[in-house]
C-alpha cells in the first residue's frame, strides 16, 4: 500500500504539463516573461546543471564564453542608464542586498503606499523600519512625490524607494522628480523598476535614482528566477564588496548569483527586449483603447487617467453580481474565458479584476472585448 502511494506521486512528477499554454495572456504577472524564440532554445542548450561554468575562472560576471562579461559589464549598464550593474535571482533579492548593504541598525526606509509586499519583507529581513508616503486614495491611488520631502526630514531614514509603476494599479509616480529630492537630502534612492525595465524605457541616471532594480521572469522575457540590478559607481563597493577570504566572490550575492538556464534565458532575450521598449508609445495606447473598451461595458478603470501602462485594474460590478447568483461563483469568468481562448484575471475573482495588454495585439483584444461583452450579455 505504502508503496503504491509513493510510486503515484512521482508518475505524476515526470509529467508536468501547463493549462494555458497557447491561450491569449492577459495576467499581468506573466505577460511580460514570456520567452522569445532564441530564449526557449538557450533554455534547453543551458538546461543541464552548472552548463555556464565551462570556462568559468571564479567569477561568474566575468565568464566570456558565454559572453556574460560583455553583458553585465556593458550591455546592461547602459540599458538601465547606470554604472555598474550585476544579475540577481530576482528584483526582490536586489531591493534585498541594497538594504542590508546601506542599512544601519534601528534604521528605517521610506516607501510609497503602493509598494510590493516585496519591498516590506526585504525591508523586515533587513531589520529597518518601513514608513509609508501615502497615496491619493479610490478610484486614483496616485503618489505625491513631493511627500517624501517631510518625512525625510522627520525620520532621517537611510534610504527612499519608488514603485515604478506599482503591481497593482500600473501608476507611473514623478520618479524625476523623487531624484531631485533625494539630491537636496544626499539619501540614497532605489527605483524599483521590476514591471518597468523591459517593456518602456527608464534610465537610473535620467531619474537621478541611486539604483535601479528590475526582474527578469517579469519583464524581461527571461525564464527566472532572475533580476537585475545598477547602481551609481559609488555604491558598487559597498553593495557588491568583495569577501575577504575569496576575493573574486560578492558577498551579497553570496558568491555567485543565478546560474545556467535564468541567466541564459535573460541574455538570448536581451536584443530583443531592448527592441521592444522602443514600442512603448504603441504599449500605452493599446492599454488606453482597451481600458476605454471595457468601460463602454461598464467596468470602471481604476488608477491614473489617462493611464500609462499596460497593468489596468478594472472594478467589474457586472462580473461581481452574477458570480454572487451562481454556483461557480467567482470561478464562472475563469471559465467562460477560458473556453474562448482567453487567459488572464486571478481565478476565482470578480470583483475587480488586472489585466496587462503587453502581450496581445489589437485583434486579440478585440476579441477579449467581444468575449467580455457575450460573457456579460449571456448573463444579463
Ligand atoms: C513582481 C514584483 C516584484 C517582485 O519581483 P521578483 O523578481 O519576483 O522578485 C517586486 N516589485 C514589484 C513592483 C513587482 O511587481
Given at each position: 500500500m505504502a508503496e503504491q502511494a509513493a510510486s503515484r506521486p512521482s508518475r505524476q512528477l515526470s509529467n508536468l504539463r501547463r493549462q494555458h499554454k497557447g491561450l491569449i495572456n492577459l495576467m499581468p504577472l506573466q505577460t511580460g516573461g514570456l520567452l522569445t524564440t532564441a530564449a526557449r532554445e538557450a533554455l534547453v542548450e543551458f538546461?543541464?546543471?552548472?552548463?555556464?561554468?565551462?570556462?568559468?575562472?571564479?567569477s561568474l560576471c566575468n565568464?566570456?564564453?558565454?559572453?556574460i562579461r560583455e553583458f553585465v559589464q556593458e550591455l546592461l549598464p547602459s540599458f538601465l542608464g547606470c554604472e555598474a550593474a550585476t544579475i540577481t535571482h530576482g528584483a526582490r533579492e536586489a531591493k534585498f542586498m541594497i538594504m542590508h548593504s546601506l542599512g544601519r541598525p534601528g534604521g528605517s526606509i521610506i516607501v510609497d503606499a503602493n509598494r510590493h509586499y516585496t519591498t516590506v519583507v526585504a525591508a523586515e529581513r533587513v531589520g529597518l523600519k518601513v514608513i509609508e508616503v501615502p497615496h491619493s486614495g479610490?478610484?486614483?491611488?496616485?503618489?505625491?512625490?513631493?511627500?517624501?520631502a517631510p518625512l525625510i526630514e522627520e525620520h532621517a531614514p537611510d534610504l527612499i524607494l519608488l514603485t515604478y509603476p506599482d503591481g497593482n494599479y500600473g501608476n507611473l509616480a514623478d520618479a524625476g522628480g523623487l531624484g531631485q529630492i533625494a539630491r537636496e537630502y544626499g539619501i540614497p534612492y532605489i527605483l524599483n523598476g521590476a514591471y518597468a525595465v523591459g517593456r518602456m524605457p527608464v534610465s537610473m541616471e535620467e531619474v537621478g535614482a541611486d539604483f535601479i532594480v528590475g526582474s527578469g521572469h517579469k519583464?524581461?522575457?527571461?525564464?527566472?528566477p532572475a533580476g537585475v540590478l545598477g547602481m551609481k559607481k559609488k555604491w558598487e563597493e559597498v553593495v557588491l564588496r568583495r569577501s575577504g577570504t575569496y576575493g573574486n566572490k560578492e558577498v551579497e550575492l553570496l558568491g555567485c548569483s543565478i546560474r545556467g538556464v535564468p541567466l541564459m534565458t535573460l541574455m538570448a532575450s536581451f536584443p530583443s527586449v531592448a527592441e521592444r521598449v522602443r514600442d512603448w508609445n504603441e504599449q500605452v495606447s493599446r492599454a488606453q483603447w482597451f481600458s476605454a473598451a471595457l468601460e463602454d461595458l461598464g467596468f470602471k478603470q481604476l488608477g491614473e487617467r489617462p493611464h500609462r501602462h499596460d497593468l489596468l485594474q478594472f472594478e467589474t460590478p457586472a462580473l461581481y453580481e452574477i458570480s454572487r447568483r451562481i454556483?461557480?461563483?467567482?470561478y464562472f469568468l475563469y471559465k467562460e474565458l477560458k473556453e474562448r481562448g482567453i487567459w488572464g484575471p486571478q481565478p476565482g475573482l470578480a470583483r475587480s479584476i488586472k489585466l496587462s495588454t503587453?502581450?496581445?495585439?489589437r485583434q486579440q483584444l478585440q476579441l477579449v472585448i467581444e468575449s467580455f461583452k457575450a460573457i456579460l450579455d449571456k448573463y444579463g
Amino acid at each position: 500500500m505504502a508503496e503504491q502511494a509513493a510510486s503515484r506521486p512521482s508518475r505524476q512528477l515526470s509529467n508536468l504539463r501547463r493549462q494555458h499554454k497557447g491561450l491569449i495572456n492577459l495576467m499581468p504577472l506573466q505577460t511580460g516573461g514570456l520567452l522569445t524564440t532564441a530564449a526557449r532554445e538557450a533554455l534547453v542548450e543551458f538546461g543541464d546543471g552548472y552548463s555556464v561554468c565551462d570556462f568559468c575562472q571564479g567569477s561568474l560576471c566575468n565568464i566570456t564564453n558565454p559572453p556574460i562579461r560583455e553583458f553585465v559589464q556593458e550591455l546592461l549598464p547602459s540599458f538601465l542608464g547606470c554604472e555598474a550593474a550585476t544579475i540577481t535571482h530576482g528584483a526582490r533579492e536586489a531591493k534585498f542586498m541594497i538594504m542590508h548593504s546601506l542599512g544601519r541598525p534601528g534604521g528605517s526606509i521610506i516607501v510609497d503606499a503602493n509598494r510590493h509586499y516585496t519591498t516590506v519583507v526585504a525591508a523586515e529581513r533587513v531589520g529597518l523600519k518601513v514608513i509609508e508616503v501615502p497615496h491619493s486614495g479610490y478610484p486614483e491611488f496616485t503618489v505625491d512625490v513631493k511627500q517624501y520631502a517631510p518625512l525625510i526630514e522627520e525620520h532621517a531614514p537611510d534610504l527612499i524607494l519608488l514603485t515604478y509603476p506599482d503591481g497593482n494599479y500600473g501608476n507611473l509616480a514623478d520618479a524625476g522628480g523623487l531624484g531631485q529630492i533625494a539630491r537636496e537630502y544626499g539619501i540614497p534612492y532605489i527605483l524599483n523598476g521590476a514591471y518597468a525595465v523591459g517593456r518602456m524605457p527608464v534610465s537610473m541616471e535620467e531619474v537621478g535614482a541611486d539604483f535601479i532594480v528590475g526582474s527578469g521572469h517579469k519583464s524581461m522575457a527571461a525564464a527566472g528566477p532572475a533580476g537585475v540590478l545598477g547602481m551609481k559607481k559609488k555604491w558598487e563597493e559597498v553593495v557588491l564588496r568583495r569577501s575577504g577570504t575569496y576575493g573574486n566572490k560578492e558577498v551579497e550575492l553570496l558568491g555567485c548569483s543565478i546560474r545556467g538556464v535564468p541567466l541564459m534565458t535573460l541574455m538570448a532575450s536581451f536584443p530583443s527586449v531592448a527592441e521592444r521598449v522602443r514600442d512603448w508609445n504603441e504599449q500605452v495606447s493599446r492599454a488606453q483603447w482597451f481600458s476605454a473598451a471595457l468601460e463602454d461595458l461598464g467596468f470602471k478603470q481604476l488608477g491614473e487617467r489617462p493611464h500609462r501602462h499596460d497593468l489596468l485594474q478594472f472594478e467589474t460590478p457586472a462580473l461581481y453580481e452574477i458570480s454572487r447568483r451562481i454556483r461557480e461563483r467567482g470561478y464562472f469568468l475563469y471559465k467562460e474565458l477560458k473556453e474562448r481562448g482567453i487567459w488572464g484575471p486571478q481565478p476565482g475573482l470578480a470583483r475587480s479584476i488586472k489585466l496587462s495588454t503587453f502581450a496581445a495585439d489589437r485583434q486579440q483584444l478585440q476579441l477579449v472585448i467581444e468575449s467580455f461583452k457575450a460573457i456579460l450579455d449571456k448573463y444579463g
